[in-house]
């Protein structure tokens, strides 16, 4: 029987088809034998080997009732029940049917029930915490070096357990007879840290496609469920990155966060395609952010075309209520770049002035005046942003190529890749992809929306935004020329 051992067949998804296996198996011993046909001895002995090949497999089903009684409760193409039903069905047939078809159709159902236990029957006993199949590679990864599991797994192992554990205590996810929640976990963070083909997660966890498949959306779900406990608002005092800094401080003491659009490549339809392809040409989702100084995301809204331009995503954010977007204290305001207008709660740098930190490196180009030395502390401070989107891309690859999903799937990837991001941030402060982007200015392309999309707010809320930038552009230059401070 050692010819069936490649069967990537699994009790997790095992179908009773009749939902009686415990009578089929007990009741055996009273299964009439097929009528055999006479159409001659080569069909008479090919017939006598099927029926002992029955017999044998129900042998060694029943004497393991607990592991049939546990393959009942799942769902499976090739159950050793739905083979079984198939085979009484068959036999009440017309006999107009062709024999020798009849004798081959029960073969092959024979030779798979047969060898789905047997491939079942191999697999050693998991040890605690490891599900059956697929039970080589996670002990690898778990009992294995820490690189192991920040490769394969996209976190620390404590991050992982402990994210394991918060879904299983909350009912988000259940352990099923075939693969617990830590390896249903593992399914994910492979295919969205790896953005790695089904067939490929079918070989390295030794579960069939749909098993996968199931896996990676019943996670998707369960983890965006947490978007609202780890997509926080910000807090309103000043932040400790601006605090501590005489760059910043007290310069940007009321600013709370940064706000960005970032595009992530998009499979769509090809009707959909032209709404989709971005400036660049590219097929595109364009994803509104905000996140803290902290690196952390504080608002996601993902989905909109490529097409479309950052301030016009913004503006469909404010107005829509049912987005939830993060109130804006009075006097307190994200950090904005130059595609979006300079306007109440949203500050935008000076245009026309030089921004991006390039443009001030080498000799002789100091800040001239008030309004370049506040665009390169904007953009400085701003970059942030920059570092968390380079972190998420960097830790799920899956954001950076266009995975063949539903879109609605690769908007939700979206999300749960960012609540992960949160995630790990607060659980392990040092995070190694984290660690090597601490500090150090991430650098921007410019990407330029159509002005027209720009004008977003009243004349009113643009006085106010206007007033604030010029009050904070003269103190900060003030400090420059009189203190010489770090610029």
């Known amino acids: 029987m050692s010819e069936f051992a490649p069967m990537n067949y699994v009790e997790e998804d095992a179908t009773s088809g009749s939902g009686d296996d415990g009578n089929i198996l007990d009741g055996h011993n009273k299964r009439q034998p097929v009528t055999p046909s006479s159409s001659g001895r080569r069909k008479r002995n090919r017939k006598a080997a099927g029926d002992a090949i029955v017999e044998a497999m129900l042998e060694i089903a029943a004497a393991s009732k607990m592991r049939a009684a546990a393959i009942s409760k799942n769902e499976e193409r090739f159950s050793i029940s739905k083979c079984i039903k198939v085979l009484d069905d068959m036999q009440d047939l017309s006999g107009s049917m062709d024999d020798y078809d009849l004798e081959l159709d029960q073969m092959e159902l024979v030779t798979a029930a047969a060898g789905f236990y047997y491939y079942n029957s191999i697999v050693k006993q998991p040890q605690r915490g490891i599900s059956p199949s697929g039970s080589g590679f996670m002990t690898q990864v778990l009992e294995g070096h820490d690189d192991i599991c920040r490769q394969m797994f996209r976190m620390d192992k404590h991050v992982f357990h402990k994210l394991s554990d918060t879904l299983r205590q909350r009912g988000m996810l259940r352990d099923t007879s075939g ?221 950076k190529l266009a995975p063949q999903y539903a879109f609605h799937i ?65 103190a900060m230059w003030n400090d420059f020329i009189n203190k010489w401070d770090q610029w």
């Open 179 to 399: 693969v617990i929640i830590e390896e249903q976990l593992a399914i994910f963070l492979n295919i969205v840290g790896h953005n790695e083909r089904n067939r490929v997660i079918q070989e390295r966890f030794q579960h069939s496609g749909e098993t996968i498949s199931r896996h990676f959306n019943n996670v998707l779900k369960a983890i965006k469920s947490l978007s609202r406990e780890f997509l926080q608002p910000p807090p309103q005092t000043t932040p400790p990155e601006i605090l501590c800094s005489h760059r910043f401080y007290p310069y940007f003491k009321d600013c709370i966060g940064v706000i960005d659009g970032m595009h992530i490549p998009a499979h769509v339809p090809a009707k959909e395609q032209s709404q989709f392809r971005n400036k660049k040409g590219l097929l595109s989702q364009n994803v509104l952010a905000a996140c803290t100084f902290d690196l952390q995301f504080i608002f996601i809204y993902p989905g909109w075309e490529g097409s479309v331009a950052d301030s016009r995503v913004l503006r469909a954010v404010l107005d829509d209520p049912d987005q939830n977007f993060p109130h804006i204290p009075e006097g307190k305001y994200y950090l904005v770049d130059m595609d979006y207008t300079n306007t109440e709660g949203f500050i935008a740098p000076y245009v026309g002035i030089r921004y991006h930190l390039h443009e001030y490196r080498g000799a002789n180009k100091l800040p001239r005046n008030a309004k370049e030395l506040f665009n390169h502390r904007h953009s400085s401070l701003r970059n942030v942003i920059q570092r968390s989107f380079n972190v998420l891309e960097t830790r799920f690859p899956i954001l």
């Open 410 to 474: 690769q908007r939700d990837i979206v999300i749960a890749a960012c609540v992960l991001h949160n995630y790990i941030r607060r659980e392990e402060k040092n995070d190694w992809l984290f660690a090597t982007v601490n500090g150090e200015p991430e650098e921007e392309m410019p990407y330029f929306e159509d002005q027209f999309d720009m004008q977003l707010a009243s004349s009113m809320q643009e006085q106010i935004a206007s007033a604030m930038r010029e009050s904070i552009a003269a």
